[in-house]
């Protein structure tokens, strides 16, 4: 069965340091795997998504994900943390075995911005 | 383009009492997925359903949750004689198609966080 493990359940980084949240996965099948991000209070968002093209994917609000199969690993990464980075994240798997999306999310990682 | 919306945002029932929260998915969405997000968790998947077809209710408990899709308005998911332990935000997620393509992915609703006192 798919599964996904977030290394550090909280990570705190400098304004302007480099950000890094870690993933790994469980997959028996290629898998489609996403970044989301969740600020307080509301709904998720997605940053970024691998779906087999490119393993290096880059997303929204400088966000970027490599995709390494030899690792299984999807850890995201962001040159200069900002203030407004400040969220909960969440890795996820997508479960190819069915023909829809039944997708496996981590437990997330609460990322602090220090100024 | 509306995103999804849940109503209500939040809603306070106590023990025993029902608690029905609505999910309209996206214009031109036809299929819709339900989770859950218990305190200091992840999401967990509860149920997929198509209009009017519910294709995989494997997260649901099997006792006092229901999930529904019409043809006309909006996704339902009912819990009947609520307990402590369903206080959670629950989250629904619309998608055009039932595959996440290079295009396709699941857009998510602002989730309604329900208190059981």
């Known amino acids: 069965a798919q599964s996904v493990t977030q290394l550090g359940s909280h990570v705190s980084v400098s304004e302007g340091a480099l950000v890094l949240l870690r993933c790994n996965y469980s997959?028996?099948?290629?898998?489609?795997l996403f970044w989301y991000v969740q600020y307080p209070n509301q709904g998720l968002q997605l940053l970024l998504k691998y779906t087999s093209a490119a393993t290096l994917v880059k997303g929204i609000n400088g966000f970027e994900a490599e995709f390494k199969k030899s690792e299984t690993s999807f850890h995201l990464t962001k040159p200069s943390a900002h203030m407004s980075d400040a969220a909960e994240y969440f890795c996820a798997v997508s479960d190819r075995k069915t023909s829809y999306d039944k997708v496996i999310f981590g437990p997330g990682t609460s990322l602090s911005v220090i100024p | 383009n509306a995103g999804v919306m849940q109503n209500p945002r939040h809603l306070v029932r106590r023990r025993g009492q029902e608690a029905r929260l609505r999910c309209s998915p996206m214009k031109g969405h036809s299929h819709v997925y339900w989770y859950r997000q218990l305190p200091e968790e992840g999401l967990k998947f509860m149920v997929y359903l198509q209009k009017e077809n519910i294709i995989d209710e494997s997260g649901m408990p099997k006792e006092r949750f229901s999930a529904e899709f019409p043809k006309e308005g909006p996704s339902i998911l009912r819990i009947q004689q609520v307990v402590r332990g369903d206080s959670a935000a629950y989250f629904c997620?619309?998608?055009?198609?039932?595959?996440?393509?290079?295009?396709?992915?699941?857009?998510f609703g602002p989730g309604t966080r329900l208190t059981v006192l």
């Open positions: 997959s028996s099948v290629p898998p489609y």
């Open positions: 997620a619309s998608s055009p198609t039932s595959t996440a393509s290079t295009t396709d992915t699941q857009y």
